[in-house]
């Protein structure tokens, strides 16, 4: 019986060859796909202004991800990442947290971000000179944090601080990151841990012969130090006057204390009243200085108040323009106070 051309040798090596043109032309093109879905930008749409916040939940993995983000149109294709992931070994060492994927990222730079732990911190901001009362609102505020502190419990706060008083001051200005869903305690106990860290640093670098106890009355000293300049050259000159009046048992008699022990009485104006009333703040009728901070210091103040410049200065009197006139006798002050405050160049 003779054989039919399909069955000669030749024929079906030609058809070997034709099938595998087609596959590897096959396996080149998806190659290609596979090359360009790894390396094209992620669509971050206008709408999420250049930007797209997602978070990896605890023991998610890197298939539920990818898959989320596909199906939220980011991801172009979920299929050749999870491959990648999953043959180069990155695919179990993705970290849980809240990710910012900026425009342009690709998604290999998604892959090396999560395994990374590359996470987007929210952050909130306490300013020098704010009161305890305004730091906890600022952080309450903030939408990203849950809030499970009454700021007018006092009982409340002082066991969250850990003392019999109310906690004014003890807390630290700085800038704070902390992930979504952070509570205000946790955000007021790191501010509190890193006051008492820095304020033992400078402790053990102060000055020698200073009229302090302990370091807390440097913090007390340091707070009114903050709330009497936002000059930073002046800060050390203000702590050699205060330093020197106490080491002369002469009372501080400065504003910002008298105007702390009003609260909310005050309404802007201090009046020669307020100078005359008795509380435990108003340091124009007590000696030394008062029960408490007046405000949150910061670490230039505190180093200002343990490290004071000290010089024959008892007085200062604003000049109007944000720096202060120092003097060494009543009398030179009081000429400066009737310049500088009153107007009378004369």
């Known amino acids: 019986m003779k054989s039919s051309n399909s069955d000669k040798p030749g024929a079906w090596h030609k058809q070997l060859l034709l099938w595998s043109y087609i596959i590897a032309v096959c396996l080149l093109l998806r190659g290609g796909f596979f090359f360009q879905n790894l390396h094209s930008p992620l669509n971050i749409s206008d709408s999420q202004q250049g930007s797209f916040l997602f978070t990896v939940q605890s023991g998610q993995t890197f298939s539920q991800t990818s898959k989320q983000l596909y199906a939220l149109g980011v991801l172009n294709s979920d299929f050749d990442i999870r491959v990648y992931a999953r043959l180069s070994g990155k695919a179990d060492q993705i970290k849980a947290g809240e990710y910012q994927l900026e425009n342009g990222i690709t998604a290999l730079g998604l892959l090396d971000k999560l395994v990374s732990g590359d ?61 979504t869903g952070t509570t205000d305690k946790e955000i007021i106990q790191r501010a509190s841990i890193l006051l008492q860290q820095i304020l033992n640093e400078e402790w053990q670098q102060r000055a020698v012969g200073l009229p302090f106890e302990n370091a807390y009355e440097a913090l007390i000293l340091a707070s009114i130090i903050e709330k009497e300049t936002g000059q930073a050259d002046e800060r050390d000159l203000i702590a050699g006057v205060f330093v020197n009046r106490l080491q002369n048992n002469m009372r501080l008699q400065t504003d910002p204390t008298v105007i702390y ?3 909310s009485r005050f309404n802007g104006d201090l009046t020669k ?44 009197v604003a000049r109007g323009d944000g720096s202060h006139y120092f003097s060494s006798t009543l009398e030179e002050h009081n000429t400066a106070v009737d310049r500088f405050q009153l107007g009378n160049e004369n």
């Open 119 to 179: 996470v987007y911190y929210q952050r909130v901001r306490i300013l020098e000179g704010w009161t305890l009362r305004q730091a906890i609102q600022e952080i309450q505020s903030h939408p990203n944090i849950r809030v499970t502190l009454d700021v007018d419990n006092m009982d409340e706060l002082q066991r969250l601080f850990g003392t019999t008083y109310y906690p004014e001051g003890l807390l630290f200005p700085d800038t704070y990151n902390f992930n």
């Open 261 to 263: 022990g009003l609260g």
């Open 273 to 316: 009243a307020h100078l005359q009333e008795l509380t435990p703040y108003n340091t124009y009728r007590i000696d030394g200085l008062p029960p408490t901070p007046i405000a949150l210091a910061g670490r230039e103040s505190i180093k200002a108040a343990l490290n004071p410049y000290i010089n024959g200065y008892l007085y200062f």
